[in-house]
Protein backbone atom coordinates (compact mmCIF):
# COMPACT_ATOMS: atom_id res chain seq x y z
CA UNK A 1 0.00 0.00 0.00
CA UNK A 2 1.16 3.07 -1.13
CA UNK A 3 1.46 5.97 1.92
CA UNK A 4 -0.99 8.99 1.66
CA UNK A 5 1.52 12.14 1.83
CA UNK A 6 -1.20 14.89 0.77
CA UNK A 7 -4.88 14.67 1.50
CA UNK A 8 -7.14 17.51 0.36
CA UNK A 9 -10.45 16.80 1.79
CA UNK A 10 -13.99 19.00 0.34
CA UNK A 11 -11.75 22.26 -0.04
CA UNK A 12 -13.60 25.37 -0.63
CA UNK A 13 -11.60 28.66 -1.57
CA UNK A 14 -13.78 31.90 -1.99
CA UNK A 15 -11.57 35.04 -3.14
CA UNK A 16 -13.51 38.51 -1.27
CA UNK A 17 -16.64 36.42 0.43
CA UNK A 18 -19.81 38.08 1.09
CA UNK A 19 -18.52 41.09 -1.67
CA UNK A 20 -19.38 41.88 -4.83
CA UNK A 21 -15.86 40.40 -6.29
CA UNK A 22 -16.84 36.83 -4.19
CA UNK A 23 -15.23 34.44 -6.44
CA UNK A 24 -15.41 30.61 -5.57
CA UNK A 25 -12.61 29.23 -6.75
CA UNK A 26 -11.99 25.86 -5.51
CA UNK A 27 -15.48 23.68 -4.88
CA UNK A 28 -15.35 20.58 -2.93
CA UNK A 29 -12.28 19.37 -3.94
CA UNK A 30 -10.51 16.33 -2.73
CA UNK A 31 -7.47 15.00 -4.08
CA UNK A 32 -5.12 12.13 -2.33
CA UNK A 33 -1.24 12.54 -3.00
CA UNK A 34 0.92 9.36 -2.50
CA UNK A 35 3.97 9.69 -1.32
CA UNK A 36 6.31 9.56 -4.59
CA UNK A 37 3.68 10.82 -6.78
CA UNK A 38 5.12 13.29 -9.86
CA UNK A 39 1.58 14.52 -10.58
CA UNK A 40 1.59 17.01 -13.49
CA UNK A 41 -1.64 19.84 -13.16
CA UNK A 42 -3.16 21.38 -16.44
CA UNK A 43 -6.34 23.38 -16.68
CA UNK A 44 -7.81 26.34 -18.28
CA UNK A 45 -6.89 30.06 -17.56
CA UNK A 46 -8.72 30.33 -14.20
CA UNK A 47 -9.41 26.86 -13.16
CA UNK A 48 -7.79 27.38 -9.78
CA UNK A 49 -4.47 25.72 -10.27
CA UNK A 50 -2.52 28.04 -8.73
CA UNK A 51 -4.50 28.55 -5.98
CA UNK A 52 -4.73 25.00 -5.30
CA UNK A 53 -0.53 24.91 -5.24
CA UNK A 54 -1.32 28.39 -2.70
CA UNK A 55 -3.35 26.67 -0.41
CA UNK A 56 -1.54 23.66 -0.14
CA UNK A 57 1.49 25.48 0.95
CA UNK A 58 -0.68 27.45 3.31
CA UNK A 59 -0.71 30.91 1.82
CA UNK A 60 -4.22 31.27 1.14
CA UNK A 61 -6.79 30.55 4.38
CA UNK A 62 -9.56 28.12 2.88
CA UNK A 63 -13.17 28.53 4.06
CA UNK A 64 -14.07 25.22 4.30
CA UNK A 65 -12.26 21.73 4.33
CA UNK A 66 -9.12 20.11 5.08
CA UNK A 67 -5.23 19.98 3.68
CA UNK A 68 -3.16 17.87 5.41
CA UNK A 69 0.66 16.96 5.58
CA UNK A 70 1.23 13.84 6.87
CA UNK A 71 -1.85 14.03 9.09
CA UNK A 72 -1.10 17.35 9.68
CA UNK A 73 -3.22 20.53 8.68
CA UNK A 74 -1.06 22.94 6.81
CA UNK A 75 -2.75 26.12 7.23
CA UNK A 76 -1.82 25.93 11.72
CA UNK A 77 2.01 25.01 10.68
CA UNK A 78 4.05 27.82 11.77
CA UNK A 79 5.86 28.86 8.02
CA UNK A 80 9.06 27.99 9.04
CA UNK A 81 7.52 24.36 9.75
CA UNK A 82 6.15 24.54 6.36
CA UNK A 83 8.55 26.06 4.35
CA UNK A 84 11.00 23.19 5.76
CA UNK A 85 8.86 20.61 4.01
CA UNK A 86 7.52 22.28 0.67
CA UNK A 87 9.33 23.73 -1.57
CA UNK A 88 8.32 25.69 -4.73
CA UNK A 89 9.52 26.91 -8.15
CA UNK A 90 7.71 29.59 -9.32
CA UNK A 91 7.43 31.02 -13.38
CA UNK A 92 9.58 34.02 -12.68
CA UNK A 93 12.95 32.85 -11.43
CA UNK A 94 13.66 35.77 -9.16
CA UNK A 95 11.02 34.45 -6.86
CA UNK A 96 12.21 32.67 -3.77
CA UNK A 97 15.72 33.30 -5.08
CA UNK A 98 18.20 36.68 -4.17
CA UNK A 99 19.44 38.23 -7.23
CA UNK A 100 21.75 40.17 -5.72
CA UNK A 101 23.46 37.13 -4.02
CA UNK A 102 25.95 35.06 -5.40
CA UNK A 103 24.79 31.44 -6.69
CA UNK A 104 26.64 30.30 -4.06
CA UNK A 105 25.23 32.03 -1.39
CA UNK A 106 21.81 31.32 -2.89
CA UNK A 107 22.51 27.82 -2.68
CA UNK A 108 24.02 27.85 0.80
CA UNK A 109 20.69 29.68 1.89
CA UNK A 110 18.53 26.62 -0.14
CA UNK A 111 20.80 24.07 2.31
CA UNK A 112 19.01 26.23 5.46
CA UNK A 113 15.41 26.53 4.75
CA UNK A 114 13.22 26.33 6.96
CA UNK A 115 16.07 26.86 9.89
CA UNK A 116 16.18 30.49 11.14
CA UNK A 117 18.47 32.90 9.09
CA UNK A 118 21.36 34.11 10.91
CA UNK A 119 23.66 36.39 9.67
CA UNK A 120 26.87 33.87 10.76
CA UNK A 121 28.79 32.54 8.00
CA UNK A 122 26.74 29.71 6.37
CA UNK A 123 28.84 29.28 2.84
CA UNK A 124 31.57 26.69 4.10
CA UNK A 125 34.68 25.16 2.19
CA UNK A 126 32.80 22.31 2.17
CA UNK A 127 29.64 23.36 0.89
CA UNK A 128 31.08 25.20 -1.92
CA UNK A 129 32.79 22.35 -2.96
CA UNK A 130 29.49 20.49 -3.12
CA UNK A 131 27.71 22.91 -5.37
CA UNK A 132 30.25 22.35 -7.77
CA UNK A 133 30.05 19.37 -8.09
CA UNK A 134 26.35 19.47 -8.17
CA UNK A 135 26.99 22.18 -11.11
CA UNK A 136 29.24 20.72 -12.78
CA UNK A 137 27.24 17.74 -13.13
CA UNK A 138 24.40 19.86 -14.59
CA UNK A 139 26.30 21.33 -17.53
CA UNK A 140 26.21 24.91 -18.72
CA UNK A 141 28.93 25.79 -17.16
CA UNK A 142 27.81 26.91 -14.05
CA UNK A 143 30.13 25.40 -12.03
CA UNK A 144 31.93 28.26 -12.94
CA UNK A 145 29.49 31.24 -12.05
CA UNK A 146 29.39 30.40 -8.23
CA UNK A 147 30.37 33.85 -7.60
CA UNK A 148 28.58 35.72 -9.95
CA UNK A 149 25.39 37.53 -8.83
CA UNK A 150 22.22 35.04 -9.83
CA UNK A 151 20.18 38.62 -11.43
CA UNK A 152 23.05 38.07 -13.98
CA UNK A 153 22.63 34.49 -15.23
CA UNK A 154 19.93 34.33 -18.04
CA UNK A 155 16.63 32.96 -17.46
CA UNK A 156 17.65 28.93 -18.40
CA UNK A 157 20.39 29.19 -15.49
CA UNK A 158 18.52 31.04 -12.79
CA UNK A 159 15.81 28.44 -13.18
CA UNK A 160 18.29 25.54 -13.34
CA UNK A 161 19.37 27.08 -9.83
CA UNK A 162 15.90 27.69 -8.77
CA UNK A 163 14.83 24.18 -9.13
CA UNK A 164 18.73 22.85 -7.24
CA UNK A 165 17.64 24.89 -4.20
CA UNK A 166 14.28 23.54 -4.16
CA UNK A 167 15.41 20.37 -4.11
CA UNK A 168 19.33 20.54 -2.58
CA UNK A 169 17.67 19.71 0.90
CA UNK A 170 15.11 17.51 -0.09
CA UNK A 171 11.29 19.11 0.56
CA UNK A 172 8.39 16.77 1.71
CA UNK A 173 6.38 18.37 -1.11
CA UNK A 174 7.78 20.29 -4.41
CA UNK A 175 5.52 22.52 -6.02
CA UNK A 176 6.11 23.76 -9.30
CA UNK A 177 3.96 26.32 -10.76
CA UNK A 178 4.62 26.86 -14.43
CA UNK A 179 8.55 27.12 -13.81
CA UNK A 180 9.71 26.67 -17.42
CA UNK A 181 6.94 28.57 -18.98
CA UNK A 182 9.02 31.96 -19.30
CA UNK A 183 11.68 29.98 -20.94
CA UNK A 184 12.78 29.37 -25.15
CA UNK A 185 12.27 25.73 -26.10
CA UNK A 186 15.72 25.06 -25.62
CA UNK A 187 16.33 26.39 -21.89
CA UNK A 188 12.90 24.83 -21.44
CA UNK A 189 13.90 21.47 -22.13
CA UNK A 190 17.10 21.77 -20.06
CA UNK A 191 15.05 22.49 -17.35
CA UNK A 192 12.30 19.87 -17.49
CA UNK A 193 15.01 17.45 -17.81
CA UNK A 194 17.20 18.85 -14.77
CA UNK A 195 13.80 18.73 -12.67
CA UNK A 196 13.20 15.08 -14.07
CA UNK A 197 16.38 13.98 -12.22
CA UNK A 198 16.10 16.27 -9.44
CA UNK A 199 12.89 14.18 -8.89
CA UNK A 200 13.65 10.81 -9.55
CA UNK A 201 17.35 11.18 -7.75
CA UNK A 202 15.35 11.60 -3.63
CA UNK A 203 11.65 10.36 -5.18
CA UNK A 204 10.63 13.70 -4.09
CA UNK A 205 5.93 14.08 -4.28
CA UNK A 206 5.65 16.68 -6.70
CA UNK A 207 3.20 18.68 -8.23
CA UNK A 208 3.82 20.19 -11.07
CA UNK A 209 1.51 23.10 -13.48
CA UNK A 210 1.95 22.99 -17.18
CA UNK A 211 0.25 25.13 -20.00
CA UNK A 212 2.43 22.08 -21.86
CA UNK A 213 0.22 18.96 -22.43
CA UNK A 214 3.51 17.08 -23.83
CA UNK A 215 5.09 17.57 -20.47
CA UNK A 216 2.20 16.88 -18.62
CA UNK A 217 2.21 13.50 -20.51
CA UNK A 218 5.72 13.16 -20.66
CA UNK A 219 6.62 13.78 -17.05
CA UNK A 220 5.43 12.26 -13.84
CA UNK A 221 3.37 9.26 -12.60
CA UNK A 222 -0.07 10.99 -12.20
CA UNK A 223 -1.91 13.73 -14.52
CA UNK A 224 -4.69 15.47 -13.17
CA UNK A 225 -6.97 18.46 -15.15
CA UNK A 226 -9.06 21.02 -13.74
CA UNK A 227 -11.85 22.70 -14.55
CA UNK A 228 -14.21 25.63 -12.38
CA UNK A 229 -11.95 24.78 -9.37
CA UNK A 230 -12.56 20.69 -9.54
CA UNK A 231 -10.21 18.04 -10.44
CA UNK A 232 -12.49 16.32 -13.61
CA UNK A 233 -9.76 14.54 -14.69
CA UNK A 234 -6.80 12.23 -12.91
CA UNK A 235 -4.52 9.53 -14.46
CA UNK A 236 -2.19 7.28 -13.80
CA UNK A 237 0.87 4.52 -14.80
CA UNK A 238 -0.22 2.83 -17.88
CA UNK A 239 -3.62 4.98 -18.62
CA UNK A 240 -1.49 7.76 -18.74
CA UNK A 241 1.83 6.35 -20.55
CA UNK A 242 -1.04 6.01 -23.35
CA UNK A 243 -2.08 9.88 -23.47
CA UNK A 244 -1.73 11.67 -26.02
CA UNK A 245 -2.22 15.47 -26.97
CA UNK A 246 -5.11 14.91 -28.99
CA UNK A 247 -6.50 12.82 -26.42
CA UNK A 248 -6.27 15.18 -23.49
CA UNK A 249 -7.53 18.32 -26.49
CA UNK A 250 -10.74 15.75 -27.21
CA UNK A 251 -11.22 15.81 -23.21
CA UNK A 252 -11.55 19.22 -22.85
CA UNK A 253 -14.05 18.86 -25.86
CA UNK A 254 -16.07 16.23 -24.27
CA UNK A 255 -16.53 18.48 -20.57
CA UNK A 256 -17.78 21.01 -22.31
CA UNK A 257 -14.23 23.19 -21.56
CA UNK A 258 -13.15 24.23 -24.73
CA UNK A 259 -13.74 28.14 -24.05
CA UNK A 260 -10.75 27.41 -21.63
CA UNK A 261 -8.60 25.99 -23.79
CA UNK A 262 -6.17 28.91 -24.77
CA UNK A 263 -3.96 29.81 -27.25
CA UNK A 264 -0.81 29.38 -25.06
CA UNK A 265 -2.01 25.90 -24.10
CA UNK A 266 -2.08 25.13 -27.85
CA UNK A 267 1.31 26.82 -28.77
CA UNK A 268 3.03 25.32 -26.24
CA UNK A 269 2.13 21.95 -26.60
CA UNK A 270 3.70 21.96 -29.64
CA UNK A 271 7.07 22.20 -27.98
CA UNK A 272 8.73 18.93 -26.60
N1 LIG B 1 -5.91 36.83 -4.81
C1 LIG B 1 -7.01 36.70 -5.56
N2 LIG B 1 -8.09 37.49 -5.37
C2 LIG B 1 -9.20 37.35 -6.11
N3 LIG B 1 -9.35 36.46 -7.11
C3 LIG B 1 -8.31 35.66 -7.36
C4 LIG B 1 -7.09 35.73 -6.62
N4 LIG B 1 -6.21 34.81 -7.10
C5 LIG B 1 -6.87 34.19 -8.10
N5 LIG B 1 -8.11 34.68 -8.26
C6 LIG B 1 -9.11 34.24 -9.24
O1 LIG B 1 -9.32 32.86 -9.06
C7 LIG B 1 -9.48 32.20 -10.30
C8 LIG B 1 -8.49 31.07 -10.39
O2 LIG B 1 -7.17 31.61 -10.48
P1 LIG B 1 -5.87 30.70 -10.59
O3 LIG B 1 -4.71 31.64 -10.70
O4 LIG B 1 -5.87 29.71 -9.51
O5 LIG B 1 -6.13 29.96 -11.98
P2 LIG B 1 -5.15 29.08 -12.85
O6 LIG B 1 -5.85 27.81 -13.16
O7 LIG B 1 -3.82 28.99 -12.22
O8 LIG B 1 -5.10 29.96 -14.17
P3 LIG B 1 -3.91 30.37 -15.16
O9 LIG B 1 -3.62 29.16 -15.97
O10 LIG B 1 -4.54 31.45 -15.97
O11 LIG B 1 -2.76 30.82 -14.34
C9 LIG B 1 -9.31 33.26 -11.37
O12 LIG B 1 -10.59 33.68 -11.80
C10 LIG B 1 -8.59 34.37 -10.67
O13 LIG B 1 -8.95 35.62 -11.21
Do not use: W
Not at 105 to 119: D, F, I, Q, V, Y
Not at 162 to 180: N, R, Y
Not at 229 to 254: A, N, S
Request: proline share 3%; glycine share 6%; net charge negative.
Amino acid sequence: MQEVLLELKDVNKIFNPGSQNEKHVLRQLNLTVFDGDFMTVIGGNGAGKSTLLNTVAGNFPIQSGQILLEGQAVEKQAEEVRARHIARVFQDPSMGTAPRMTVAENLALACRRGEKRSLKKILTPELYADFQNILSDVGLNLDQRLDEDLGNLSGGQRQTIAMIMATIKKPKLLLLDEHVAALDPKASRVVMELTKSRIEKDNITSLMITHNMQHAIDYGNRLIMMDRGQIIYDVRGEEKDQLTVDRLLEKFMELGSEDSLTDKMLIESTHK
